[in-house]
């Protein structure tokens, strides 16, 4: 059993920046693909970035070139780090855990954080 736990939301003005980590426990990080996804109220889950075990990434069109993910083994922590913050990235972001690598779709995923909401104001 995998456990996930966010931080390092909160609140930033259009432009600015925040990183969020993923810290993981109870498994072998090394080898699970990460996922980062979002959800803002009324909306369904969305993928934003995913990074594989051997360090291969993959981003929503939305947020490439304004967004990084980024894993640390050693750490067993995985990172989003977060430029060019606009309003429409307000959500609570939360990271996710396969281990058959990562994908796009949520359902592939068999553990989850809960969530650190992110706040970009206008």
């Known amino acids: 059993q995998v456990q996930l736990v966010e931080s390092g939301g909160g609140w930033v003005q259009a432009g600015g920046s925040l990183r969020v980590s993923c810290l993981a426990s109870?498994?072998?990080?090394?080898?699970?693909?990460m996922g980062w996804f979002r959800q803002a109220p009324g909306k369904e889950r969305e993928f934003v970035a995913g990074?594989?075990?051997?360090?291969?990434?993959n981003y929503a069109e939305s947020v490439k070139g304004r967004f990084t993910i980024s894993r640390d083994n050693a750490k067993n922590t995985v990172y989003l780090q977060m430029n060019s913050l606009k309003p429409e990235d307000t959500a609570a972001y939360y990271c996710?855990?396969?281990?058959?690598?990562?994908?796009?779709?949520?359902?592939?995923?068999?553990?989850w954080g809960q969530g650190t909401q992110v706040t970009v104001s206008s």
């Open positions: 109870g498994g072998s990080f090394r080898s699970y693909g």
């Open positions: 996710a855990a396969s281990p058959t690598g990562f994908s796009r779709l949520p359902s592939l995923y068999n553990y």
């Open positions: 990074i594989g075990w051997l360090g291969g990434t």
